[in-house]
């Protein structure tokens, strides 16, 4: 290697390792501890315990994990397809550029912008039943957040209504991309809206639905701030998602050992999740917008 070379690399390793510090430190490193903590029993206090699989064995018998596991996947059920229709129907009409879009952008994208624990507190008042706004406006007690079968389609329309507008401007970017001249040459060959949004708009959308579609699936599965600020996981663990149940086993009652087998069980699935999504739209992007 000519001497010019090895001074190139060196600048390149040299400007790479606050990259490699990062990625070491921050990702890499919490992983390996948590995998770690996995195999012992913890409690902060006395010194940790190798128990080998015992964690492991604990979560294939607790009705509690399976219970928050089910909560969580119906949550993503709910929130992520619904969310992502309305963050694309939102995404066509600002692109239609109707006056006054330039200020719903910036509005949509408020409460995804705003701290999830506040917007937590902030709907658990609005939501309660005797001096909350949204009773008040239909004039009814409702126990929205304590009827145990409302409980979860609320906390699901908090995390519609706190993400759709995020969603929304990965579309605007993914539309916008899109050459004017297909629309019209669509419009040229008579195609309806709906012919043009079902045979141009949506597959020529995929690259922007396989990422919206990954990221919001893994963050519907570690949703915990709002959900935990508006239920604390009742009424009757009906809105116990995984994340809430990690905290609770390693903050309330000290066990580390079985949290972190549930973390490593809940990266498990989303590996899993994320792998069928990418096999599934793999075959079907294309990034040819000719």
Do not use: C
Not at 46 to 69: D, H, K, Q, T
Not at 207 to 224: C, E, G, K, L
């Amino acid at each position: 290697m000519k001497a010019r070379e090895r001074h190139e690399a060196r600048a390149a390793y040299a400007l790479l390792l606050p990259s490699f510090v990062g990625v070491g430190g921050f990702l890499l490193l919490p992983v390996i501890v948590v995998l770690a903590l996995s195999f012992m029993r913890w409690d902060l206090i006395s010194a940790p315990e190798w128990v080998g699989l015992e964690n492991y064995a604990y979560l294939l018998s607790s009705e509690r994990f399976a219970n928050s596991l089910w909560v969580t996947a119906v949550f993503t059920l709910l929130a992520i397809p619904t969310s992502i229709a309305l963050g694309l129907l939102l995404a066509i009409a600002i692109n239609r550029g109707l006056p006054g879009t330039s200020w719903l952008r910036v509005l949509y994208v408020l409460p995804w912008v705003s701290a999830p624990l506040a917007l937590g507190v902030v709907w658990k008042w609005i939501l309660d039943p005797s001096y909350g706004v949204l009773n008040a406006l239909i004039g009814e007690r409702v126990e929205w957040l304590t009827d145990p079968q409302l409980a979860l389609p609320a906390v699901v329309f908090v995390q519609i209504w706190s993400t759709v507008g995020y969603i929304s401007l990965f579309f605007l970017a993914g539309l916008q991309q899109i050459p004017v001249a297909v629309y019209e040459a669509a419009k040229l060959d008579g195609a309806a809206a709906v012919r043009t949004l079902v045979a141009i708009t949506l597959p020529l959308l995929r690259p922007t639905m396989f990422f919206v579609t990954v990221t919001s699936v893994i963050a519907s599965f570690q949703v915990f701030d709002t959900v935990y600020a508006m239920t604390r996981g009742g009424p009757a663990f009906r809105t116990d998602v995984i994340a809430s149940r990690i905290y609770d086993e390693a903050f309330v009652n000290l066990r580390l050992g079985r949290a972190a087998a549930m973390a490593v069980v809940l990266f498990l699935v989303l590996v899993a999740i994320t792998l069928i999504q990418q096999r599934y739209f793999r075959r079907r992007i294309t990034y040819d917008m000719s």
